[in-house]
């Protein structure tokens, strides 16, 4: 069984930066794609990044390009979301995810096989 774990959340203001980290455990990490999406209450979980097995790849949602940088440390199990110049509407729970066929890149939520519980981001405008 796979358990992905959040931190870095919290309360910024507009402009500032967060990083997110997210921990896994339970199968090989490094051959899977890991990816960020988030979600806000009444909203459906919408991508946000995501990385690839290797990290040779990186793709963004388009709200996010040149604010946001995902990246991974295969030997801690861990990838990452360096979030700047953020915006009031970054404001939401952001969940990590691993997809659930190895080597494969699907940026959806159906393609997904494990997610964590989620970290909550606001930003204070």
């Known amino acids: 069984q796979v358990q992905l774990v959040e931190s870095g959340g919290g309360l910024v203001q507009a402009g500032g930066s967060l990083r997110l980290s997210c921990t896994a455990s339970?199968?090989?990490?490094?051959?899977?794609?890991m990816n960020w999406f988030r979600q806000v209450p009444g909203k459906e979980r919408e991508f946000v990044a995501a990385?690839?097995?290797?990290?040779?790849?990186?793709y963004y949602a388009d709200s996010v390009k040149g604010r946001f940088t995902i990246s991974r440390d295969n030997a801690k199990n861990a990838v990452y979301l360096q979030m700047n110049s953020l915006i009031a509407e970054d404001t939401a729970v952001y969940y990590c995810?691993?997809?659930?066929?190895?080597?494969?890149?699907?940026?959806?939520?159906?393609?997904?096989?494990?997610w964590g519980k989620g970290t909550l981001v606001t930003v204070s405008s």
């Open positions: 339970g199968r090989t990490f490094s051959t899977y794609t």
């Open positions: 995810a691993q997809d659930a066929t190895s080597m494969v890149v699907t940026t959806k939520t159906s393609g997904m096989g494990y």
């Open positions: 990385i690839t097995w290797s990290g040779g790849s990186t």
